[in-house]
């Protein structure tokens, strides 16, 4: 099994920045991409960054410019540095991860979510 370990959220106030970090650990014999999702009260999860194992990334269009996301392929870590935060970036976010631990097991992860809110 893989386990996620996310932290970095909290409240901040409009314009203010966050930085999200997410550990991988267990008996994982590879990690392709790596990514962050956030999830609104009354809104379905909705994807935020991804970066693949070679460092491509792509990001919801509502954030371009404002996040940055970044992996540590050595120490199995994602971050998510959130700059010029909007209220409307107030979310549970989770960490994703898609594995392979073994030639037969490959799936996607999740982290138990970390609470984002962007507030005066």
């Known amino acids: 099994q893989v386990q996620l370990v996310e932290s970095g959220g909290g409240l901040v106030q409009p314009g203010g920045s966050l930085r999200l970090s997410c550990a991988a650990s267990g008996i994982i014999f590879s990690i392709y991409d790596m990514g962050w999702y956030r999830q609104a009260p009354g809104k379905q999860r909705e994807l935020v960054a991804r970066?693949?194992?070679?460092?491509?990334?792509n990001y919801v269009d509502s954030v371009k410019g404002r996040f940055t996301i970044s992996r540590d392929n050595a120490e199995n870590t994602v971050d998510l540095q959130m700059n010029s935060l909007k209220p409307e970036d107030t979310a549970v976010y989770y960490c994703?991860?898609?594995?392979?631990?073994?030639?037969?097991?490959?799936?996607?992860?999740w982290g138990q979510g970390t609470q984002v809110t962007v507030s005066s």
């Open positions: 994703n991860v898609n594995a392979r631990l073994n030639v037969l097991t490959r799936r996607d992860y």
């Open positions: 970066i693949t194992s070679g460092g491509s990334t």
